[in-house]
Structure formats: structure tokens, C-alpha cells
């Protein structure tokens, strides 16, 4: 039978913890509170209300982050304690579901939920772009300088002779949505709820957010493309990547481009909808989650760094991006990383000298 005071006790200590969680990532609500705010306020002002994404993910996302991977989390906690520890399990397991492991897990996952409504803003927004820019109007000038910086040819047709092959195409394109998605957003739940990654969360989910937003909106917007396989809709000329769309047309990624485009055509939000080639997201997040690995496992950036490149290749391959999308998102990337190491650790110098003057 469980003491009363025992139990208060450790719900005292569970709540302290939760708390204290909460503040510490009080900055990432913030900016998931203002990011929406500046989504909703776009929405009333241009009055494209039917452009909102944000019930769409309120099934997908809770059946990914509070059930799916917190399953998954402890199944492996449980195993780990049974087949590790051995005679001392009962030790454990207290340490693997305390007060500070469960307090972790549940602000994490309440993290995870205003990161469901900061992807709903996303998409919101990113449905907006070619609304708010007229138009995709950069395809041209990207397809060329693609072709300029590749010695005359368009990226594509380097890669062709090398995975010119149905077998090519159905691994690249199993890598590229369902690897890429695994590796990205079990990285995002392990961040948000591990203790493990507590001298880290903050800065990586601010740069998380800042992926999206400013390479997703800003930069897209800025210089708003379709990408390859929608060149011949935006610019009339539909034979410069009819070679490469004839080879892709029994893959998926082809599949969910004519998704998309039905999706565009119709004025209407989807679950992921909205497109936009420059700069690559998807490069983007993954060379953030190599910068991330390399500075915690320093013998891994190589293989990270390789692995990167070889999204690049693939969103080119695929379709998706233009090759410079993918440049452009692995500078602005890795700048941004550096800058936000900085400031972190000029963060972390002047809260010690705040500590060694009150001391």
C-alpha cells in the first residue's frame, strides 16, 4: 500500500520539475505564440481564411507525438533496464520513470503540442506565398543559374546515368520521405523529451523554428519557385524536364507532386500542402540535425555531412528541388548555427558572472 505522504511527496517533486521545464522553455512558446499570431493575422488581413492548415494536423501530429513515439520511448526505457541493468532493475526503473524522466517526457510532449500548431502556421503560410507573390516567378532564373554553375547541364541529367534505374529511384525515394522523416522527427521527440538533451533544447528548437520560418516563409517567399517537376506549369516549357518527369512517373514522390498541384489548383489547404522549391526545407532540416550530431559525436560529422549531401542529390533526382535550394538552405544553415552557438555560450557567460557576483 503506497504511504500518502510518500505519494504528495513525489507529485510535489514531479510538479516542481514540470514547472521548471515550462520556464526554461518559455522563450520556444513565445515564438510559437507570436509566429501564430503573425500566420492569423496574415489569414484576416488577405482574407484567404480557406488557406488555414491548422485542424489538419490536430489527428496526424497527436498520433505521432503522444502516442506513437511516447510508446515507443518507454518500450525501449523497458528494455534497456531489463537487459542492461540485470540485477539492479528495480534501481533502474526508478530512475528511468521518476520524477525528473516523467517531467521531462510530459513538458516535452506539451512542447511538441504548440510545435503542432507553429507547423499548422507553416503550412498556412506557405499556402499563402503564391498569393501574396503573384505567382511562381522564379523558376527560369533558378533552372538557369542550376545549369551555369553545373557546366551547361541541369543537375538532373548528372545524376541520371548514375541511378537511371526503377530500383535507383524506389530506394532514393524510401530514403528521402520515410528515412529523412524518421531521422528529423524522432530527433525533434528525443530533443523535447530527453533529459539527455537539456544543455541543447532551447537553441535546437529555436533553430528548428527558424528552419521553417525563415528558409520555409522568408527566403521562399522572397524567391518563390515551384521546383522541376512543376517547371512546365509555371513557365510554359514543358520540355526541358519532360525527360526527368517521364522517368519519376510510376514513383511516389511524382504521386504526391500531382497531390500537391491538385491541392494548388483548388485554392484549398492540405495536410502538407503548399509549394515552394528555394530554399530546401527538407536540406535544411537535416543538415541542422547533422550540425547537432556533429557537435555531440564529433566522429560522426563526416557520415552526417555525407548523408546531407545525399539529400541534396535526392531532392534534385526527385524532382523536387532545383540544386542551388539545397546550396543556399546548407549556408544559411550552418551560419545560422554558428551564430546561435555564439550567442548561446555569451548566454551562459554572463548568467555564471551573474552567479559568481551574487555569490
Not at 525563415?214 to 514543358?238: E, H, I, K, R
Request: glycine share 8%; hydrophobic share 55%.
Amino acid at each position: 500500500m503506497f504511504k500518502l505522504p510518500l505519494v504528495k511527496n513525489r507529485l510535489a517533486v514531479l510538479w516542481r520539475e514540470v514547472f521548471g521545464h515550462f520556464r526554461n522553455d518559455a522563450l520556444v512558446y513565445a515564438c510559437v505564440a507570436a509566429y501564430s499570431m503573425i500566420c492569423l493575422g496574415v489569414l484576416h488581413f488577405a482574407g484567404h481564411w480557406e488557406q488555414s492548415s491548422h485542424t489538419l494536423y490536430f489527428v496526424q501530429w497527436p498520433v505521432l507525438f503522444l502516442w506513437f513515439m511516447p510508446m515507443m520511448a518507454i518500450t525501449f526505457d523497458l528494455v534497456h533496464g531489463i537487459y542492461r541493468f540485470r540485477s539492479r532493475r528495480i534501481r533502474a526503473y526508478r530512475l528511468l520513470f521518476g520524477a525528473k524522466r516523467l517531467a521531462r517526457l510530459f513538458s516535452g510532449i506539451v512542447l511538441l503540442m504548440a510545435l503542432m500548431i507553429f507547423q499548422g502556421s507553416f503550412t498556412s503560410l506557405k499556402n499563402m506565398l503564391p498569393i501574396m507573390a503573384g505567382g511562381f516567378l522564379y523558376d527560369t532564373l533558378h533552372a538557369d543559374i542550376d545549369r551555369s554553375i553545373h557546366f551547361g547541364h541541369d543537375p538532373w541529367q548528372l545524376l541520371s546515368p548514375l541511378a537511371g534505374h526503377p530500383i535507383a529511384l524506389a530506394i532514393v525515394e524510401w530514403n528521402y520521405s520515410v528515412l529523412w522523416f524518421v531521422l528529423c522527427f524522432a530527433s525533434l521527440f528525443l530533443v523535447a523529451t530527453s533529459p539527455w538533451a537539456n544543455a541543447v533544447r532551447t537553441r535546437y528548437m529555436l533553430m528548428f523554428m527558424f528552419v521553417w520560418v525563415f528558409c520555409g516563409n522568408v527566403l521562399a517567399g522572397l524567391f518563390l519557385s515551384a521546383g522541376p517537376a512543376f517547371y512546365g506549369q509555371v513557365t510554359g516549357d514543358t520540355s526541358r524536364f519532360a525527360d526527368q518527369l517521364t522517368f519519376l512517373s510510376g514513383g511516389q514522390a511524382h504521386a504526391f507532386q500531382l497531390y500537391l498541384w491538385e491541392i494548388y489548383e483548388s485554392g484549398v489547404a492540405g495536410f502538407g500542402s503548399g509549394i515552394s522549391a528555394f530554399p530546401s526545407v527538407h536540406v535544411a532540416l537535416i543538415t541542422m540535425n547533422a550540425l547537432f550530431l556533429a557537435d555531440r559525436f564529433p566522429k560522426l560529422a563526416w557520415p552526417a555531412a555525407a548523408y546531407t549531401l545525399l539529400i541534396v542529390a535526392s531532392s534534385v533526382y526527385l524532382g523536387w528541388h532545383y540544386a542551388i535550394d539545397g546550396y543556399v538552405s546548407i549556408l544559411v544553415v550552418v551560419f545560422a548555427h554558428g551564430l546561435l552557438k555564439k550567442w548561446e555560450a555569451r548566454s551562459q557567460q554572463r548568467a555564471a558572472r551573474g552567479l559568481f557576483a551574487a555569490g
